[in-house]
Structures are given as C-alpha cells and as structure tokens.
C-alpha cells in the first residue's frame, strides 16, 4: 500500500512539475473590444441605489471608450436622479463619465474598474450648487458599484485562461481595445 502511495505522489509532483514548465514564461494575451466591456457591464445593469432617505439614482445605458496608449478605461452612464421632496418624487436626468484603472484579483480570475473618478457630470434641471452634492452621490454609488461588479471574468473552463489566473503581466489599451497579458 506504501508503494502505491508514494508511487502516486511521485506521479502528481511529476505532472504538476510538467504543467508548470509548459506555461513557464509563456504569456497569455486577452483583448476586450468596448463592445466586449460594454456588454458585461450591461448585465448588472440599470442600477438604482438610495442615499440620505431622498436621493434615489439609477445608472443605465453604459458607454465605453478606450484611449490608446492608456491604462485606463472610460465608462459614459445615463444617470437619473429621483429626488423626493414633500412626498412626491421629482425625476431629474443626466449624464455621467467616469474613468479608472483595472485591478485584477487572480483568485477570483476577474477584472474591476479601480478608483473611478467622476470626469464630467451633466444633470438637467439642476442648479450648479446642488451638482457637488450629486457629485458626491454618484461617487459612492460608482464606488459601490464597480467594487462589487467585474468588468469581465476569465472563463475556468478554458485551460489556458485557468492556469494563466495566477499572474497580472501588463494592462494597456492598444487599437481601442483593451490587452490584458496574463501569465505565470
């Protein structure tokens, strides 16, 4: 029985030792057009939060841009404010853009927009001392939102995209596409 055991151990360090040196040094590449972001975004989405008992927001209809060059990832939401004064909501729309970088969290195999900052926030119907307010709404909401809600998730079905789960290379957006080199 001792025999079959080591034996079996010897087999498994041998296959794991093989497995390791073939994907050693070799680099995975995933390119994620706006269409492929925009498209897993749009799963989790409208999104309507409350705030301080009179501030309903929902985000919908996301837009994503990617720059060349960059590191970073470009979102466009409409955003629509519901604000209830005096017991009767009072709907107020807009437009929201938001960038931030990509944090990758290898255990999970998923990609998240890190740090959004507000870039631009039009609201209309709304005074210009109230934006600052709705401002710092929607960053707890982005906040929120994009720290619960991936970007795209690697598919652990695929070997290859299974295995190079351990190892965030390099994130740059190149041809409007964002290149993710994954790897061990």
């Known amino acids: ?22 994907f050693s040094g070799k680099e995975y590449v995933i390119q ?10 749009e799963e989790k989405l409208p999104l309507t939060k ?10 919908d209809n996301p837009r994503v841009h990617l720059e060349n060059g960059s590191d970073m990832v470009s979102v466009g939401l409409d955003v629509v ?12 729309g807009g437009t929201l853009d938001v960038s931030g970088g990509v944090l990758y969290l290898a255990e ?8 959004p900052i507000i870039d631009n926030l039009t609201v209309q119907g709304i005074a210009q001392k109230y934006v600052d307010k709705a401002n710092r709404a ?3 909401a982005l906040a929120e939102y994009y720290k619960n809600n991936p970007i795209y998730t690697l598919h652990v079905t695929d070997m290859k995209q299974a295995v190079a789960k351990l190892a965030l290379k390099d994130v740059v957006v190149q041809n409007k596409q964002l290149v993710i080199t994954l790897g061990i």
Do not use: C
């Not at 404010?81 to 107020?92: A, G, Q, R, V």
């Open 1 to 22: 029985m001792n025999k079959i055991t080591i034996v079996t151990i010897v087999v498994l360090i041998t296959l794991l030792a093989g497995i390791y040196y073939y």
């Open 108 to 115: 999970k195999g998923e990609f998240y927009l890190t740090n």
């Open 32 to 41: 994620l057009s706006e269409t492929d972001i925009q498209s897993k975004l």
């Open 81 to 92: 404010f519901n604000i209830t004064l005096n017991k009767s909501p009072k709907p107020i």
């Open 50 to 59: 409350s705030y301080f008992f009179i501030i309903q927001i929902t985000l």
């Open 138 to 140: 929607l960053s707890k």
